[in-house]
């Protein structure tokens, strides 16, 4: 009965009804996400009292984990080439996207943890990430086929955010990090809960394309690969003290949005093999993320943290990626976007490569360049757009309504956190076209009561990546 | 706080090993305080499956609503607590509030049947007082509510757990 966990993942959220929870008490999934069902039918309110439809509405439960999708017995779930070390390391283990994949560890609390990346380093553990190679002719124009990104502007080396989109609609199927490696070669990351969407997709898309006349494309997946995330202010030190070859300038010239291949000191004294670094993240910090090849995956990372110091940089796991995340104005797949989404509605709109928005010919393209002009100016617009918003009083999360003065719902929060940098409320969320200039007030609905919101740029918290230095 | 059990998970192992010393630093020595002061162990601290407390007075009229140690542990830095209008009229089970933490959001459920006739206005201007003395009662302390207890709310208490059989319970989690 341990696998009949009481979380189940029904629309890309993680819903757990509440009722069932308490009969069955082994649903302690640890993963704290999700909506409750109040189990309102059992005991009906007997006052108008507002507090008290707290127990009517569907009270909301926020876990700092999402992509969760997991509803296999732990058993079921793999680990990543990296299990054995967090658990050395008190890592607080939950199911996450089909891996355990830790949540905290025992050293800090999960706010301490955020504020030690954003002042120090943090190491996390993404190997549950799918890593893949496309190389082959025809790689070029299948990244073209499915992405809207310029692959043709993309430098080797160079790494941009794009999304795979379904073809007709230009709804996201994934987000994704693509980076060219030559000339017909490319790395790609995908998230890990859509793992098995994203397989089929791949395969049905290469398929066509093929049948289509397209050139070779070879397609391979990095099974058991270590990825980590180097993260925050002292990143650079930390992975400069560790290169085989330390020149300074390295890594002082590799900016971000960049990668290279670099050999790192392992603690036995030999060489690692050539890791591709890639200066980037998912933190708003400046930061390098490491692909690691399976036998080097837990040599690489004891060397980072040893060689760095538990005084300068710790673990850190899904709670502080979560929150940091949203600080830095990033999406979560299955949250923040989804397979309804398109890049425009979803304020991604810069991924759409310049060439593209006049050439298109990427999947949904037409409906997505009819998209980036107002309907005033002859194109279609979009009815919704994802904006940010600082929430005042109770934090809202996933799944709130926001409403308009009158009250009439108008969006609705797709993520929401109280922010450990700011100490207001941010939360990401969808909202009718014509509410979304920032400075707009308006309120979000948490537990019944309304609560004052206003539209935030975002990122809530500046990026600090590392773009060269500043003109003097 | 059914919620809070799905966040526990991840800080149980830690928790159980400090649960013990916590458990018996404070709330048990308070809860040895109050059966040797009164005959009846009734107005002893009890516990809800879902991480809140209640400790009547020695009146029996009236107690005080909190949430445990262990939760407050396992729900992490709080950050803010949505307390009731009252007076307000409650069944045990129904919702009198929330506590948010940066990583999840619980409702604070009533263990009783009562009417709640004072809140802990400390908690809205500083929230981590919860996390400081979630079990304390004193003005200073991270109560959350002051019941009036009904008749109904008496035989309420039958149905939780005392000190030892709420570690129990934790620990099992």
């Known amino acids: ?472 | 706080m059914a919620s809070i059990v799905r966040s526990l998970r991840p800080v149980a192992s830690r928790f159980a090993a400090s649960s013990s010393r916590t458990a018996r630093s404070w709330p048990i020595s308070q809860f040895q305080a109050r059966t040797f002061s009164a005959s009846s162990a009734a107005q002893a601290k009890k516990y809800t499956k879902d991480h809140e407390w209640i400790e009547l007075s020695e009146d029996k009229k009236t107690g005080y609503i909190g949430i445990s140690e262990y939760a407050a542990h396992a729900l992490g830095d709080v950050v803010y607590v949505e307390l009731p209008t009252i007076p307000m009229e409650v069944a045990a089970g129904d919702s009198i509030g929330a506590v948010e933490s940066v990583k999840s959001a619980s409702d604070i459920n009533s263990p009783i049947s009562g009417t709640i006739v004072a809140v802990n206005d400390l908690l809205e201007e500083r929230p981590g007082t919860i996390n400081k003395g979630p079990e304390d009662e004193s003005s200073a302390g991270g109560w959350v509510a002051k019941v009036e207890v009904s008749d109904a709310g008496i035989k309420d208490l039958d149905g939780l757990m005392d000190a030892a059989a709420y570690k129990e319970f934790t620990e099992e989690e």
């Not at chain 1, 955020?114 to 890593?131: C, E, G, K, P």
């Not at chain 1, 397979?339 to 928005?357: C, F, M, N, Q």
């Open chain 1, 1 to 472: 009965m341990k696998c009949l966990r009481a979380v189940s993942y029904v629309n890309g959220a993680l819903t757990v009804n509440r009722t069932a929870g308490r009969a069955s008490r082994q649903l302690s999934t640890a993963l704290p996400r999700g909506t409750i069902a109040s189990s309102s039918s059992l005991s009906p309110p007997r006052t108008q009292n507002p507090t008290q439809q707290l127990h009517r509405l569907p009270s909301k439960l926020c876990i700092p984990i999402r992509h969760a999708s997991s509803t296999s017995c732990p058993s079921d779930l793999q680990k990543t080439p990296l299990y054995d070390l967090h658990l050395a390391h008190g890592g607080k283990m939950v199911p996450f996207g089909g891996f355990h994949m830790p949540v905290q560890y025992s050293s800090l609390s999960v706010s301490a943890s955020h504020h030690f990346t954003r002042s120090h380093a943090s190491l996390f553990d993404v190997s549950h990430m799918v890593q893949h190679r496309f190389s082959g002719p025809g790689s070029n124009a299948f990244l073209e086929r499915i992405t809207p990104a310029s692959i043709a502007g993309l430098e080797t080396h160079r790494s941009g955010l794009s999304t795979l989109l379904w073809p007709v609609t230009g709804g996201i199927v994934d987000d994704t990090i693509i980076t060219r490696l030559g000339l017909e070669s490319f790395y790609v990351v995908t998230n890990a809960a859509c793992r098995e969407k994203d397989l089929k997709y791949f395969e049905e898309q290469l398929a066509e394309f093929k049948n289509g006349g397209g050139e070779k494309v070879e397609w391979k997946i990095l099974e058991g690969w270590g990825l980590v995330a180097l993260q925050g202010p002292l990143s650079e030190d930390i992975l400069s003290s560790v290169l085989v070859e330390p020149k300074e300038t390295e890594l002082r010239e590799l900016y971000f949005g960049q990668s290279k291949f670099i050999k790192v000191k392992l603690l036995s004294g030999e060489a690692s093999s050539p890791l591709l670094v890639s200066r980037g993240g998912y933190t708003g910090e400046d930061g390098f993320e490491i692909s690691i090849p399976p036998t080097e995956a837990v040599a690489v990372t004891e060397a980072l943290l040893q060689s760095a110091t538990k005084e300068r940089l710790q673990l850190a796991g899904l709670g502080a990626r979560d929150s940091l995340r949203l600080e830095a104005g990033m999406c979560l797949y299955g949250h923040d976007l989804d397979d309804t989404t398109t890049p425009v509605e979803s304020a991604l709109s810069w991924v759409i490569g310049k060439d593209r928005r006049t050439s298109g010919g990427f999947h949904g393209s037409e409906v997505i360049l009819r998209q980036l002009t107002s309907k005033s100016k002859g194109g279609s617009g979009v009815e919704r757009r994802r904006i940010g918003l600082i929430v005042e009083g109770a934090p809202a999360r996933e799944g709130a309504d926001i409403v308009d003065e009158k009250g009439e719902k108008i969006g609705s929060i797709t993520s929401g956190c109280p922010s450990p940098t700011l100490g207001k409320n941010i939360a990401m969320g969808y909202i009718k076209d014509g509410f979304h200039k920032a400075g707009t007030n308006l309120h979000v609905v948490v537990r019944g009561k309304k609560r004052k919101a206003q539209v935030t740029k975002m990122p809530f918290v500046p990026s600090k990546y590392w773009k060269g230095a500043a003109p003097a």
